[in-house]
C-alpha cells in the first residue's frame, strides 16, 4: 500500500510541474485489468520514440 501512495504522489508532482497533462488520465482510463502493463509499455514506447527522434534531430542540426 505505501508504494501505491508513493506512486500516486509522485503522479500529482508531476502534474503539478506539468510534466503530465491530462492526456496521462486519459492513458490511464484505457487501463485494462487484463493487460496490467499497458500504461508502463505506452510510457516506454513514447519515452523511447522521442529519444530516436531528438537522435535524429541532433544529426541534423
Known amino acids: 500500500m505505501a508504494a501505491a501512495m508513493q506512486l500516486n504522489n509522485l503522479v500529482s508532482n508531476m502534474f503539478a510541474t506539468g510534466l503530465l497533462d491530462d492526456q496521462f488520465q486519459?492513458?490511464?482510463?484505457?487501463?485494462?485489468?487484463?493487460?496490467?502493463?499497458?500504461?508502463?509499455?505506452?510510457?516506454?514506447?513514447?519515452?523511447?520514440?522521442g529519444e530516436r527522434i531528438i537522435g535524429e534531430l541532433a544529426k541534423l542540426l
Do not use: H, I, R
Not at 486519459?26 to 520514440?49: H, I, K, N, Y
Open 26 to 49: 486519459q492513458l490511464q482510463m484505457l487501463q485494462d485489468p487484463s493487460a496490467p502493463d499497458f500504461v508502463a509499455e505506452v510510457v516506454t514506447l513514447f519515452c523511447e520514440d
